[in-house]
Nanobody
């Protein structure tokens, strides 16, 4: 199984980026998929998770209203549209997939089976 992120880069505050994650070796129909991030010197943060049939979507409070998660199962790809980016959004972003539903405990998503290698987003002030 391989998950590959793309779309990271440098953007000014207030700008937008769209991250993509394409999976090979699994079929997304039965997987919850999510996005996580880790800023320098900080722990991993759950950003968003969406259930296999899109019936449940979760966002961290820090990105709610600015980020949108979506998926295209026919392309085995999911996305994170990030608008109104802030310097505090600077981090390495990782996609992940979990067979079944999103396992949400508090503000974190657990149980991910597969992870991408990450893409870096840098937001300048």
């Amino acid at each position: 199984v391989l998950l590959v992120e793309s779309g990271g880069g440098l953007v000014e505050a207030g700008g937008s980026l769209r991250l993509s994650c394409t999976a090979s070796g699994i079929t997304l129909d039965n997987y919850a998929i999510g996005w996580f991030r880790q800023a320098p010197g900080k722990g991993r943060e759950g950003v968003s998770c969406i259930s296999p049939s899109d019936e449940s979507i979760y966002y961290s409070d820090s990105v709610k209203g600015r980020f949108t998660i979506s998926r295209n199962n026919t392309k085995n790809t999911w996305y994170l549209q990030m608008n109104n980016l802030k310097p505090e959004d600077t981090a390495a972003y990782y996609c992940a997939a979990e067979r079944g539903i999103c396992t949400v405990i508090g503000d974190m998503y657990y149980g991910m089976d597969y992870w991408g290698i990450g893409t870096v987003v840098t937001v300048s002030s």
